[in-house]
């Protein structure tokens, strides 16, 4: 293979001109990618563009997909190493390409091990000022925001990264549609209150004052992911919260039980298979005091509880608890939108919504939330 000997090696804390997306400590040497959809974009004139890579993980390997003038053209898993890995080769090199470099899988809480970090790029040409977007939008959710089940055939229900997809899923098609920038704060099977088993430590409000608090161990620790969030730094003027759905699937699923302390924990039924009024009250509870931190920390956003997709069992359980909290705070920027369910044409891998389903959520979606940045 012939060399390009016009390549020449940079940190990326060296480089002007980069835009990065998604949480993250702010630190460039190296920078982390922790959630799915974070990224770093360039607008790059040059003929190769390449990156190094530093992987980790025990069980869960990172995947990142490559996005070039709007066009997904490679998706590809990373093997644990530090190396190099060539973004593009052979393009024209007076053209300006625009390119994100986009983790593709989720913050992957059952594995401590898990990490993918940027080190350099070796580049032939100049990097360009990349113009920031006129909105920013933050996505909060589970599985179906993660973009699990939508890559693969409908057979498949091995529970691994290959079938998750920050591209495929309805958070990055709202944002482009919006010409927004947008952030993912998400976690298959956790909720608002408990995870699907019922296990009230799995829920995404704990952890959203962290920047990626919903890890663990001390290499997670290491890499800033538990450090407080500088919201400042980054305003999102909607807040769109896909919860619900797991908190649901816990009134259906056995007692989980802590087997270090015995605690253990169970949404009910009753007999007749309404839910427990305590135990709704309880997710409802949850809801209003979510709606309460994320206000806390996102002072002008329209937050927009977005419940769907995967069936609308505790909606009316929702829309109470959003009452509640306008009535308490008198807070008229919240609102509640149902999601399209997903049909059985639009069915996906692991029986999640597929892209088709993604793509029409994302449609509905994109117009509520277009009226919304329309009246400021």
């Not at 069980?59 to 997904?72: D, F, L, Q, S, T």
């Not at 994100?100 to 809480?109: D, F, L, T």
């Not at 990349?130 to 933050?138: C, I, N, Q, S």
């Given at each position: 293979?012939?060399?390009?000997?016009?390549?020449?090696?940079?940190?990326?804390?060296?480089?002007?001109?980069?835009?990065?997306?998604?949480?993250?400590?702010?630190?460039?040497?190296?920078?982390?990618?922790?959630?799915?959809?974070?990224?770093?974009?360039?607008?790059?004139?040059?003929?190769?563009?390449?990156?190094?890579?530093?992987?980790?993980?025990?069980?869960?390997?990172?995947?990142?997909?490559?996005?070039?003038?709007?066009?997904?053209?490679?998706?590809?898993?990373?093997?644990?190493?530090?190396?190099?890995?060539?973004?593009f080769r052979g393009m024209?090199?007076?053209?300006?390409?625009?390119?994100?470099?986009?983790?593709?899988?989720?913050?992957?809480?059952?594995?401590?091990?898990?990490?993918?970090?940027?080190?350099?790029?070796?580049?032939?040409?100049?990097?360009?000022?990349?113009?920031?977007?006129?909105?920013?939008?933050?996505?909060?959710g589970d599985s179906i925001?993660?973009?699990?089940?939508?890559?693969?055939?409908?057979?498949?229900?091995?529970?691994?990264?290959?079938?998750?997809?920050?591209?495929?899923?309805?958070?990055?098609?709202?944002?482009?549609?919006?010409?927004?920038?947008?952030?993912?704060?998400?976690?298959?099977?956790?909720?608002?209150?408990?995870?699907?088993?019922?296990?009230?430590?799995?829920?995404?409000?704990?952890?959203?004052?962290?920047?990626?608090?919903?890890?663990?161990?001390?290499?997670?620790?290491?890499?800033?992911?538990?450090?407080?969030?500088?919201?400042?730094?980054?305003?999102?003027?909607?807040?769109?919260?896909?919860?619900?759905?797991?908190?649901?699937?816990?009134?259906?699923?056995?007692?989980?039980?802590?087997?270090?302390?015995?605690?253990?924990?169970?949404?009910?039924?009753?007999?007749?298979?309404?839910?427990?009024?305590?135990?709704?009250?309880?997710?409802?509870?949850?809801?209003?005091?979510f709606l309460a931190k994320?206000?806390?920390?996102?002072?002008?956003?329209?937050?927009?509880?977005?419940?769907?997709?995967?069936?609308?069992?505790?909606?009316?359980?929702?829309?109470?608890?959003?009452?509640?909290?306008?009535?308490?705070?008198?807070?008229?920027?919240?609102?509640?939108?149902?999601?399209?369910?997903?049909?059985?044409?639009?069915?996906?891998?692991?029986?999640?919504?597929?892209?088709?389903?993604?793509?029409?959520?994302?449609?509905?979606?994109?117009?509520?939330?277009?009226?919304?940045?329309?009246?400021?």
């Open positions: 293979m012939q060399k390009n000997k016009n390549l020449k090696q940079q940190a990326l804390s060296d480089i002007e001109h980069i835009q990065v997306h998604g949480r993250t400590t702010g630190n460039l040497s190296p920078l982390t990618l922790f959630w799915t959809g974070s990224a770093v974009e360039f607008n790059a004139k040059g003929a190769e563009l390449w990156l190094e890579l530093e992987v980790d993980y025990e069980v869960y390997e990172p995947w990142i997909g490559i996005v070039i003038n709007g066009a997904v053209v490679s998706r590809q898993m990373l093997v644990a190493g530090r190396y190099w890995v060539c973004i024209n090199a007076d053209a300006v390409k625009n390119v994100r470099i986009v983790k593709e899988v989720q913050a992957m809480s059952g594995d401590p091990g898990c990490s993918l970090q940027i080190h350099a790029v070796r580049f032939d040409g100049q990097f360009l000022p990349v113009e920031d977007k006129p909105y920013k939008l933050e996505f909060i925001t993660s973009g699990e089940g939508t890559v693969g055939a409908k057979t498949e229900e091995d529970w691994i990264p290959m079938w998750f997809s920050a591209l495929s899923n309805y958070a990055a098609m709202t944002a482009e549609s919006l010409n927004a920038d947008y952030r993912v704060i998400s976690q298959s099977g956790w909720g608002v209150l408990t995870a699907w088993d019922n296990n009230p430590h799995c829920n995404l409000p704990d952890h959203y004052g962290q920047v990626c608090g919903l890890l663990s161990g001390p290499k997670n620790e290491a890499l800033g992911a538990f450090r407080a969030n500088d919201f400042d730094a980054w305003q999102p003027d909607v807040v769109i919260i896909n919860l619900g759905t797991n908190d649901g699937s816990a009134f259906h699923s056995p007692e989980w039980s802590d087997q270090a302390t015995g605690e253990t924990r169970k949404q009910r039924l009753n007999e007749d298979g309404t839910y427990h009024a305590e135990d709704l009250k309880s997710f409802e509870e949850a809801v209003r005091s994320l206000r806390k920390n996102n002072k002008k956003a329209h937050l927009v509880w977005a419940y769907g997709m995967l069936g609308i069992p505790l909606m009316p359980a929702i829309y109470r608890a959003v009452d509640a909290y306008v009535n308490e705070t008198g807070d008229k920027r919240v609102s509640v939108f149902q999601l399209p369910d997903m049909t059985e044409e639009a069915i996906g891998s692991r029986s999640h919504p597929g892209a088709a389903a993604h793509e029409k959520a994302s449609k509905e979606l994109t117009g509520y939330i277009r009226e919304i940045l329309r009246q400021g």
